[in-house]
């Protein structure tokens, strides 16, 4: 069977058994001389077919006088080849004899299918440094890459699987293929590092995927750069494409990414930052590559690595804002995590910050310090610290809840006897339940006589989110 009639599938390197079968018997019978009949220059080359076929690899010791490509050696081989080898057969033998040219002829000639340029082209090439080489040949037999398109992506697939990624960036460049350029170079941001120290040293790698993204919108804006003379069409099916709002926000992203790893890299490389431990567990630092959770955790970690909460707060709730995160849930998780390092000025600074930010509603406040008291060591030694954080609360109920959780009934206590009856009802109760969870009989019977004395308004005002309906008044 001819190549022009062998199966697409047929792409294994083995020839016919036959054909091997007869080669191998003639080479273990027969050992050429120097003075040669026609008959066993015949032999001689079909001895050297085998070894081209069973030794990949392997260059042909061609006897003297018979080297090249124009010999009649050369034009045996291929004969038996083209009569009964494969694709991958013959493609293998011209790339031994540096006929990549040749080779890369047949391939987009005959349609071979991929695995034909994986093992008969692509991995020789990179075996033996010739990947530039090969770009040549394929930029001048097909101008714009369209009809090898599915070779390189296949290329590039291959490559990513074996983790090739330097060689995989140098065929995306060669392809032109910007988007999945810049996506390699994030990738080489961030492999393998496992500080903000590390980033800081790789941040040539972003100026570089921005700078693909730059690139690529330009082409799409019909701009032509001048860092290259080809004039290959960018409308090319196996480019990745993106709509230029989606490359801006990127090339965006890619700008904060900067800004933040610029910071942090200054401040975990500065003996003056608050030395918080993160809370991220793998070994990665955040970036904002990764899913809300991680941008959050970017967020914290800038507000949280400067000699002071200001210092960062600025570039965090730009992180904030950007990708539309849930503010407050930033703000708690700083807080906490203040706390529970005993940093109670940085938690005040953090306040201040939430309160001049301009987009804090008037109960962020309390729900961050509510948070930090909730996780708070109890002990005496934080005991003046957490007093002094309960008086920024701005919500009388919510100072009431607060002093609850530091258990602080009778302080508690005397701030709801002083509101309106309404309002002051189920506070009371609530500092009535807390007494009776801590066996507090003194608090407990202040409450009681409190509420005894003022049932009637306390009962006739329920408290929020009850009900009246088909209620009788019970006396």
Same mark, same amino acid.
């Given at each position: /069977?001819?190549?022009?009639?062998?199966?697409?599938?047929?792409?294994?390197?083995?020839?016919?058994?036959?054909?091997?079968?007869?080669?191998?018997?003639?080479?273990?019978?027969?050992?050429?001389?120097?003075? $040669?009949?026609?008959?066993?220059?015949?032999?001689?080359?079909?001895?050297?077919?085998?070894?081209?076929?069973?030794?990949?690899?392997?260059?042909?010791?061609?006897?003297?006088?018979?080297?090249?490509?124009?010999?009649?050696?050369?034009?045996?081989?291929?004969?038996?080849?083209?009569?009964?080898?494969?694709?991958?057969?013959?493609?293998?033998?011209? $790339?031994?004899?540096?006929?990549?040219?040749?080779?890369?002829?047949?391939?987009?000639?005959?349609?071979?299918?991929?695995?034909?340029?994986?093992?008969?082209?692509?991995?020789?090439?990179?075996?033996?440094?010739?990947?530039?080489?090969?770009?040549?040949?394929?930029?001048?037999?097909?101008?714009?890459?369209?009809?090898?398109?599915?070779?390189?992506?296949?290329?590039?697939?291959?490559?990513?699987?074996?983790?090739?990624?330097?060689?995989?960036?140098?065929?995306?460049?060669? /392809?032109?293929?910007?988007?999945?350029?810049?996506?390699?170079?994030?990738?080489?941001?961030?492999?393998? #590092?496992?500080?903000? #120290?590390?980033?800081?040293?790789?941040?040539?790698?972003?100026?570089?995927?921005?700078?693909?993204?730059?690139?690529?919108?330009?082409?799409?804006?019909?701009?032509?750069?001048?860092?290259?003379?080809?004039?290959?069409?960018?409308?090319?099916?196996?480019?990745?494409? /993106?709509?230029?709002?989606?490359?801006?926000?990127?090339?965006?992203?890619?700008?904060?990414?900067?800004?933040?790893?610029?910071?942090?890299?200054?401040?975990?490389?500065?003996?003056?930052?608050?030395?918080?431990?993160?809370? #991220?567990?793998?070994?990665?630092?955040?970036?904002?590559?990764?899913?809300?959770?991680?941008?959050?955790?970017?967020?914290?970690?800038? /507000?949280?690595?400067?000699?002071?909460?200001?210092?960062?707060?600025?570039?965090?709730?730009?992180?904030?804002?950007?990708?539309?995160?849930?503010?407050?849930?930033?703000?708690?998780?700083?807080?906490?995590?203040?706390?529970?390092?005993?940093?109670?000025?940085?938690?005040?600074?953090?306040?201040?910050?939430?309160?001049?930010?301009?987009?804090?509603?008037?109960?962020?406040?309390?729900?961050?310090?509510?948070?930090?008291?909730?996780?708070?060591?109890?002990?005496?030694?934080?005991?003046?610290?957490?007093?002094?954080?309960?008086?920024?609360?701005?919500?009388?109920?919510?100072?009431?809840?607060?002093?609850?959780?530091?258990?602080?009934?009778?302080?508690?206590?005397?701030?709801?006897?002083?509101?309106?009856?309404?309002?002051?009802?189920?506070? #009371?109760?609530?500092?009535?339940?807390?007494?009776?969870?801590?066996?507090?009989?003194?608090?407990?019977?202040?409450?009681?006589?409190?509420?005894?004395?003022?049932?009637?308004?306390?009962?006739?005002?329920?408290?929020?989110?009850?009900?009246?309906?088909?209620?009788?008044?019970?006396?």
């Amino acid at each position: /069977m001819s190549l022009s009639e062998s199966s697409g599938a047929e792409t294994s390197s083995t020839c016919p058994r036959l054909l091997q079968d007869i080669v191998s018997h003639l080479e273990s019978t027969v050992r050429p001389t120097l003075a $040669m009949s026609f008959s066993e220059d015949i032999l001689w080359s079909l001895r050297e077919l085998e070894e081209a076929l069973c030794e990949p690899g392997g260059s042909v010791d061609w006897p003297e006088g018979g080297q090249g490509q124009g010999s009649s050696l050369y034009q045996e081989s291929l004969y038996y080849l083209s009569s009964y080898g494969t694709h991958l057969a013959l493609v293998s033998f011209l $790339m031994r004899h540096d006929n990549m040219k040749g080779a890369l002829q047949h391939l987009l000639s005959k349609e071979c299918p991929e695995e034909v340029f994986l093992e008969g082209i692509l991995q020789p090439s990179l075996e033996r440094g010739r990947l530039g080489m090969l770009q040549g040949l394929l930029e001048t037999l097909d101008t714009d890459l369209e009809v090898c398109s599915r070779y390189l992506l296949s290329s590039c697939q291959l490559l990513q699987r074996r983790g090739h990624f330097h060689t995989l960036y140098q065929l995306q460049q060669f /392809m032109m293929d910007h988007v999945r350029a810049a996506m390699t170079c994030i990738r080489f941001f961030t492999h393998g #590092v496992v500080s903000y #120290v590390q980033l800081g040293d790789q941040r040539r790698w972003l100026v570089r995927a921005k700078e693909h993204l730059r690139t690529y919108l330009q082409e799409q804006q019909g701009t032509r750069t001048n860092s290259t003379n080809r004039k290959r069409s960018t409308s090319n099916s196996f480019r990745k494409k /993106m709509s230029s709002s989606d490359v801006s926000r990127h090339m965006n992203t890619i700008e904060l990414q900067l800004e933040v790893t610029r910071f942090l890299h200054h401040c975990e490389t500065s003996s003056s930052t608050l030395a918080l431990t993160p809370s #991220v567990s793998s070994s990665t630092p955040p970036t904002l590559f990764g899913p809300s959770a991680m941008k959050i955790d970017v967020a914290c970690k800038v /507000m949280l690595g400067g000699k002071n909460i200001e210092e960062g707060f600025g570039i965090a709730y730009r992180v904030i804002q950007d990708f539309q995160l849930e503010a407050l849930t930033v703000y708690v998780r700083a807080g906490q995590r203040l706390v529970r390092q005993r940093q109670y000025r940085a938690v005040r600074q953090l306040l201040k910050c939430v309160g001049e930010s301009g987009t804090a509603t008037k109960n962020d406040c309390d729900v961050i310090i509510l948070s930090c008291v909730s996780i708070a060591d109890k002990g005496p030694t934080d005991a003046k610290e957490l007093e002094c954080l309960i008086l920024e609360t701005k919500s009388t109920e919510n100072k009431i809840k607060a002093y609850l959780q530091v258990s602080k009934l009778r302080a508690g206590y005397l701030l709801a006897v002083k509101l309106d009856t309404a309002r002051a009802g189920p506070l #009371v109760q609530e500092v009535l339940q807390a007494a009776e969870g801590v066996g507090d009989s003194v608090m407990q019977d202040i409450c009681c006589q409190w509420l005894s004395e003022h049932k009637d308004r306390v009962r006739t005002t329920p408290p929020p989110g009850s009900t009246r309906q088909g209620r009788p008044n019970a006396k």
